[in-house]
């Protein structure tokens, strides 16, 4: 018997995949990073490439590692490196990584000598973001410098690639500006030689809304997992991921019952509180105190009072809830359940944030459908 699981339906994240790559002519590179957005990345993983997904993406080497110890031998772009790591087991075993600097551009021609093999690297410019990438003005010479180490035979220029600051407000002008940015840094990237097989900037928003900047593959990351980057739109995407629980116990108690750590919840008149075992610990933010939105007896209730670490109080009134029924926190939303998004709204977060809380591993997560079978 459960108490607490994440269901995680990977038909739903199968058949997402599926819908973004009839979308676009480009490739589809799934991003598994932060463990498949709570998801499980090995799972995830599987069903995106059943989808039609050909790459993978992770933020880490230890993320890329891990999937090419599970099996996975497609292409797999890890982007995210400080100083100092091992960078040529990342070669080894075959994994692009990601060069955004001309510091991380010689640690990665370092790696390829000790790995005594070519690595595969995609030269990363900053188009506004400000995050990672080397901006307009460091951009020649990176390109000068990755072509030198392409002719030495120590890295082969994979990718040219960038990421969006605010593609999920479709129209907004910043779209617009990195678009142009990347295709200058693409132009210049010619002049030195560099016309790599791969160029890619788009994020799940922009797959969804931006058939230009499509390019030669695309990044998905939160639409693989049903939900959407912009708001009031579905796309037709199915969420993924359902955390319920089954109730502890009930009680009876009178008007004026102060509920949970520091009593800010009081009932107003004698009721029944049911006890749901899913606390902070296991990812319901303790912002939605007094907030969060829980199916339970058919009807959408609010947390009573504050989230603890382990679990949460509903004032369920004179309904016939009882020990064992299912609560359910979020999930597709089909039975006019809540939703991720509806409790991102409620904590002034992203639905990101929300399904990732909920990978913390004293919560089972359990797999329904049968997408990809070997890795
Ligand atoms: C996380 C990430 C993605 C995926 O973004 P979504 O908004 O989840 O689609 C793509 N590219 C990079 C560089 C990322 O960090």
Redo the contacts with the bound molecule.
């Keep these: 018997m459960w108490q607490a699981e994440v269901r995680v339906d990977l038909d739903a994240i199968r058949d997402n995949v599926a819908l973004l790559r009839a979308g676009t002519t480009a490739e589809v590179m799934a ?1 598994v ?1 932060g463990d498949g957005y709570g998801h499980g990345m090995l799972p995830s993983a599987r069903a995106a490439l059943a989808g039609g997904a050909s790459w993978l ?1 992770v ?1 880490t080497l230890d993320e890329g590692l891990a999937l090419r110890r599970a099996g996975f031998e497609v292409p797999v772009l890890a ?1 995210l490196h400080s100083p100092g790591l091992p960078l040529h087991e990342g070669v080894a075993a075959d994994i692009d990584l990601n060069a955004g600097s001309l510091e991380l551009l010689g640690e990665l021609v370092a790696a390829a000598r000790r790995a005594e093999r070519t690595a595969r690297v995609h030269l990363k410019i900053d188009t506004g973001l400000a995050r990672g990438g080397a901006t307009a003005a460091e951009w020649p010479a990176l390109l000068e410098a990755a072509a030198k180490a392409q002719v030495d035979g120590d890295i082969e220029v994979v990718g040219i690639w960038s ?1 969006f600051v605010y593609a999920d407000e479709p129209g907004h002008e910043t779209v617009d500006h990195q678009l142009a940015a990347f295709a200058d840094g693409l132009a210049v990237a010619e002049r030195y030689g560099i016309t790599p097989r791969y160029r890619h900037i788009a ?3 922009a797959t969804l809304t931006r058939p230009d900047s499509h390019y030669d593959l695309v ?5 693989v997992y049903g939900l959407s ?1 912009v708001a009031g739109e579905t796309f037709g995407l199915r969420p993924a991921m359902t955390a319920r629980a089954r109730v502890a116990l009930t009680k009876r108690v009178p008007a004026g019952q102060g509920v949970s750590y520091g009593h800010t919840y009081v009932t107003e008149r004698e009721t029944t509180l049911a006890l749901v075992p899913l606390g902070y610990a296991d990812g319901v933010p303790r912002a939605a105190s007094n907030a969060g939105p829980v199916q339970l007896g058919g009807k959408r209730r609010t947390v009573a009072g504050r989230v603890c670490m382990d679990q949460i109080v509903l004032d369920v009134g004179d309904d016939p809830v009882a020990a064992g029924d299912v609560a359910t926190l979020f999930g597709p939303g089909d039975d006019g359940g809540p939703t991720a998004d509806d409790w991102a709204g409620v904590v002034g977060t992203i639905n ?1 944030e929300i399904v990732t809380r909920f990978g913390s591993t004293r919560v089972p997560r359990v797999y329904d459908g049968e997408p990809g079978g070997a890795a």
């Design positions: 991003v990073k993406g933020a982007w990421h994020n799940s928003a990044r998905p990351g939160i639409a980057p990101y």
